[in-house]
């Protein structure tokens, strides 16, 4: 097994592994173009009256991305319409609901927050005693076809390595530790059931309450939706730093097509 560069055994002997990240080839200026893309946004003349009005536009729209990355995809009018009652899409619109409840608990108890998020998230999709509760079955479901998600076992040792990182500090830009969140919840799968939507929720909250997008205008969902999501994750799933690099690139260009979306909510609202 390849050596994995943030958890497994590394995070114990690297004062801030996040940091050492941020400092792959590449990564860099992937971060900074997004977060200049996120300063541009923010100082668009709408939000200084819309500003709630295209939180919720995003949210919707990243709520309909997050459920087509998993292959349901539908029409957003449909959505609008409240015409779509497929269990996945529901859950990934209360998922993206919660998050606004959930932000101040994210930084102090994340336990409770993804047990929270997948409760809304596989409703439906799940059995009633399985919300909220990691797996404990050895198998996990695989729609991204990433290859078979390490043993319960493992995947709580991962776990925990994921809530020791969100619990130090960093020097690590937001991106950075969104997007090991993503990713490890990603590809772990630790609940067996709507695991994407919960990871690319948690995606969301790290750059609200990490502080790159407080207002949580970015439709980032989109973003991914437009990249090539699986192969950016088995990128992830190799341990490299290559492909731990490729994965928070992908993860800040997704933060930039995500801006571009948001920009065209505000200039739609703008034109009336």
């Known amino acids: 097994m390849k050596e994995r560069v943030v958890l497994a055994g590394k995070v114990g002997s ?20 997004a977060r200049q893309a996120v300063d541009r946004l923010y100082r668009h003349r709408v939000l200084r009256r819309a500003s709630p009005a295209v939180s919720t536009e995003s949210s919707l729209r990243g709520a309909r991305a997050s459920a087509a990355v998993e292959g349901v995809d539908v029409p957003l009018d449909a959505l609008r319409r409240d015409e779509v009652h497929d269990p996945l899409v529901q859950g990934a619109l209360r998922a993206s609901a919660e998050m606004g409840r959930l932000g101040a608990t994210w930084r102090r108890a994340p336990r409770q927050v993804l047990a929270r998020l997948h409760t809304v998230a596989a409703a439906g999709l799940a059995p009633q005693p399985a919300l909220g509760r990691p797996r404990t079955e050895d198998e996990a479901p695989d729609p991204l076809g990433l290859g078979p998600a390490p043993d319960a076992k493992e995947t709580a040792v991962r776990v925990d390595g994921l809530m020791d990182l969100l619990e130090r500090p960093t020097k690590a830009p937001a991106i950075v530790l969104a997007a090991v969140v ?6 772990l799968r630790p609940f067996g059931t709507a695991d994407g939507v919960v990871a690319r929720s948690a995606e969301r909250l790290t750059l609200v309450e990490y502080g790159l997008d407080p207002k949580s205008l970015v439709a980032v969902e989109v973003g991914h939706l437009e990249l090539p999501y699986g192969e950016g994750l088995r990128a992830y799933l190799n341990g490299t730093p290559e492909g731990v690099a490729q994965w928070v690139q992908q993860c800040a260009s997704a933060v930039t097509l995500g801006v571009r979306e948001t920009t065209a909510i505000c200039e739609a609202m703008q034109r009336g």
């Not at 993503?182 to 590809?187: D, G």
């Open 182 to 187: 993503h990713a490890e919840l990603a590809v």
């Open 14 to 33: 690297v004062s801030d592994p996040l940091a050492v990240i941020a400092r792959f080839p590449g990564v860099p200026d992937a971060v900074e173009e």
